[in-house]
C-alpha cells in the first residue's frame, strides 16, 4: 500500500518495557511486539502520527543521525503496515459528516483494530449508514435493539408494529415515557429514535404482521438485514407467519437475525445470512425442534401441550412477562452481531448457531444448527 501520511492506528498505544522491548497496540493477536528495538525504530514510532508525510519522515529519521538508511526506514513503514498496525491519515470520508465522524469515533477505532479488509475505521462506519435494518416488533426486544442500531449509526431501521404504547410497557420497552402512553409504538420509537440520533432515518409501519407473501416483500424491500423481535415459536410448530418471513427472506437474500429474552434467560441467534453459503432456517427446522423438547417425557408431554396452546387458564389473562436487565443484554448482542454482518469488519459468531445465557447462575452453552 501506498501510505500518504502514515501513522499507528488511534486504537494502538505503543508501549516500552524496561528491557527495551516495544509492543503496538494491546489486544492479544493485534498487536506486534519487537525486542531490543533501535533507537532509530522508537524515533519513527513516535513520529508517526499522520502529521507528516512519507517523504518527510525518511528525511526526519535521516537527519537525526542515527545508523539507519532511507531503504529501511520504508521497509519498516511498509512491514508495521502489513502488520496491520498503520492507516493513512490523509484518508478521508466523503459520506460521513463532522459531526457523524466524531460521534462515532469511538465505534470507528473498533473497526480500525478488527480491520479485516485494509479500510481506514471509518469506512465500516460508512457501510453502518448505507444500510437498512428491518425491525419487527418493537415491543420489549425491538425498543432494546433499535435503540442500539439508532445508536450506532445504523443509516435506516424500519419498524413494524400494529400495537399502542401502554403503561405496563414501561418497566422494559426503552424507547418509551409516560408520555408515549396512547401513542402507535412505531411513531413514538420513531420520536424517540430522531431525538437520539438525527442522521438515523427511521421508517415505519404501523400494521400487525400476518402471513401474506405480498405484505412480507413490501416490508423486506430494500432491507440489507432483518430482525426477528417477536415471540416466536415457528421453528416448533407450523406457524405460516415465520415460514412465509423465512421463505420471502430466503428467496431475497436477506440475512435473518433471531433473538429472545426473558427474566431467566437470553437467546441470540441464529443468524440465517440466506446467501447460500450456509443452511437456511427450513433446514435448520429437525435441529431447532430436537433441541427445544426435554428428555425427560413428562416435561415434552407439557412442552407440547404448550405448543398446541392448550392451556386450561379460565378467565384469567396470562401475559408474558420480560424486564430489562435480559432485554438489555440479548440487544446488545444482536447489534454487535448484525453490525458484523453488516460491514465485515469481524465475523459474526452466530451463523447457524445459538447462543444461550442462563441469568440464574451464568451458565452459557452455543448449539450448532447444522
Known sequence: MEWVKPRIKLSHHVIANPQGDICIGEIPGFSKVVRNAPEWFVSLLERLDGSQTLADLVKEIEGLGHEVTADEIVDTIQSLGQFNLLEDAA??????????????????????????????????????????????????????????????????????????????????????????????????????????????????????????????????????????????????????????????ALNKKIAVIEFAADPLEVIVGPIYLNNDSHPSYFQCQPKLRSLFYSADEQTKSFQEAEIGSDYRDGNRIIERWHSSPPLSIASGMVADQVTKVLTGYDDPALVGKRFRLSLRDFQSRIENLY
Not at 100 to 119: A, H, N, P
Not at 123 to 130: D, H, P, T
Not at 182 to 194: D, Q, Y
Request: net charge negative.
Open 91 to 248: 484518508a478521508k470520508s466523503t459520506l460521513l459528516s463532522a459531526e457523524e465522524l466524531e460521534r462515532y469515533d469511538r465505534q470507528i477505532l473498533q473497526f480500525s483494530l478488527f480491520d479485516k479488509k485494509g479500510w481506514p475505521g471509518f469506512a465500516y462506519q460508512e457501510l453502518l449508514k448505507k444500510s437498512k435494518v428491518l425491525v419487527l416488533g418493537v415491543g420489549g426486544w425491538g425498543t432494546w435493539v433499535a435503540l442500539q442500531l439508532a445508536l450506532l449509526g445504523v443509516g435506516t431501521i424500519r419498524l413494524v408494529d400494529g400495537d399502542e404504547v401502554e403503561l405496563s410497557n414501561l418497566n422494559r420497552q426503552v424507547l418509551y415515557t409516560r408520555d408515549s402512553i396512547g401513542k402507535s409504538k412505531v411513531l413514538a420509537a420513531r420520536e424517540k429514535i430522531a431525538e437520539l440520533n438525527p442522521h438515523v432515518n427511521c421508517e415505519i409501519y404501523n400494521e400487525y404482521v400476518g402471513s401474506e407473501p405480498e405484505q412480507m416483500e413490501k416490508l423486506l424491500d430494500g432491507a440489507s438485514l432483518a430482525i426477528l423481535a417477536w415471540t416466536n415459536l415457528g421453528a416448533y410448530r407450523r406457524e405460516p407467519v415465520t415460514e412465509t418471513f423465512h421463505r420471502v
